[in-house]
């Protein structure tokens, strides 16, 4: 039972977040979910699943209409989510870049809806792992308004592909690596954390292209998931700031690591979304320490052509120049890479999120797209304090 929700005693448990892509497409079995959210589902004319778990993974077609809610569903939404959706003419004449941000951040906000509803699932039928005392409600109040604010942040980002006549991204099916509520609340503070890096690279794309329409929605956007970090930074006893300068990401880093909770095939237009997907990075340390030390890391070389001695482990974390470290004690084992690099925590004090990328060698990057241009396996997710 967890006795207290924001100050519980129970030990948390640190263990999913820094290697959330261990488990990418896994076959986890499925019949001991609770049941689905209900077949009540509208619309939703060409969504197959409207069961929520099936055999294999879960959907999000929630009760209240999502994907395809009715005009009185999004009213609902609105109050659950306390604000409506923006009724300000929808930005239109994007580029095509602006368009692929769109549907990443669609691709990304459906992927949390899912997570959340079966969050708030899981606790509201006390799954074993899920159990709470007294303070239930309080849990399910702050997580029913984040459900419903990402249902309002999905449903957006498709009327917004929609007004410039591009297909709205359609949900997947998904498997999450959690079965308790700690390990659930340290994953979703991993996966907040890549969206709040990933929305700088969003915004700084549309400045790129001149294209200042939307940077005024998702700066607001971005504002509303640092507020949901502090919640799971509360609850995980840590202190609300993470670091003054978040970490950065990019919109490919980002694409790859949802992808690790999507049941593959799964994704009805996926492949409309032009963004690389790196081969999955792996951190095996766990209960990664706020200090200097060697972190274990693997991939999986079969299908890569590459001399695995050619290769450098970067790491990106605050608004800093990436650091490049060696693979070290490096061994092949039926295909698969393990190694140590060193993490330099003191040096440069990798509090919060740091996203780690085996790369083509090189002396140093600039940035963290120069990290993308050259990333083969990737993002290592490592979270510190
Ligand atoms: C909900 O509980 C099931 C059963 O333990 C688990 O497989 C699933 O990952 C949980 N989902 C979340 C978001 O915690
Ligand atoms: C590594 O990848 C190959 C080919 O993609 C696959 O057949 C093999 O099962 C993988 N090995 C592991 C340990 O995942």
């Known amino acids: 039972m967890h006795s207290a929700f924001l100050f519980s005693t129970a030990a948390l448990v640190a263990s999913a977040l820094a290697s959330p892509t261990i488990k990418r497409g896994n076959n986890q079995g499925q019949d001991d979910h609770p049941g689905g959210p ?55 004449g994007l580029s095509d870049d602006g368009i692929t941000n769109f549907k ?12 959340f509803s079966e969050l ?9 792992g899920y159990q709470f005392g007294d ?12 459900l419903a604010v990402e249902e309002l942040h999905a449903l957006g980002a498709n009327a917004i592909l929609q007004a410039n006549h591009v297909d709205p991204i359609k949900p997947c099916k998904y498997n999450f690596p959690v079965s308790d509520f700690e390990s659930a609340i340290a994953l979703a503070a991993t996966f907040t954390d890549v969206v709040l890096g990933t929305l700088q690279d969003v915004n700084d794309i549309f400045a790129q292209n001149t294209e200042n329409g939307p940077v005024r929605l998702i700066s607001s956007v971005i504002g509303n998931e640092g507020q ?24 490919d880093f980002a694409f790859t ?16 979304i032009p963004l690389n997907t790196f081969k999955p990075l792996n951190v095996l340390t766990q209960n990664i320490e706020p200090k200097d030390q ?57 509090y919060g999120l740091s996203i780690a990328a085996v790369t083509h060698s090189a002396e140093s990057f600039d940035s963290a797209d120069d990290v993308a241009k050259q990333t083969i396996f990737g993002p290592g997710l490592i979270e510190v304090n």
């Open 257 to 272: 690591a949802i992808q690790s909770f999507v049941v593959p095939d799964s994704c009805p237009n996926i492949n409309t």
């Open 228 to 251: 949901q970090e502090g919640l799971f930074r509360i609850i995980q006893k840590k202190t609300t700031p993470a670091q003054p300068f978040l970490t950065t990401s990019t919109r």
């Open 135 to 146: 303070d239930k409600d309080e849990v399910l109040e702050n997580l029913n308004v984040i």
């Open 38 to 92: 209900g077949g009540s589902s509208h619309g939703g004319g060409d969504h197959g699943n409207h069961g929520g778990h099936g055999d294999n993974g879960f959907s999000p077609s929630l009760p209240d209409g999502f994907p395809n809610p009715s005009q009185d569903q999004i009213n609902d939404i609105e109050d659950r989510a306390h604000g409506t959706l923006p009724n300000a003419p929808l930005p239109t």
């Open 120 to 128: 708030v699932q899981n606790i509201t039928n006390n799954v074993e």
């Open 294 to 350: 060697q972190i274990q890391f693997s991939f999986n070389l079969s299908a890569v052509d590459v001399d695995v001695e050619s290769l450098s482990l970067v790491l990106i974390n605050a608004q800093n120049k990436p650091i490049v470290e060696k693979l070290e004690g490096t061994d092949v084992n039926e295909g698969v890479v393990t190694f140590q690099a060193d993490f330099p925590f003191e040096d440069s004090l990798l």
């Open 104 to 115: 990443l951040i669609a691709f990304n906000e459906i992927f949390e809806v899912a997570y």
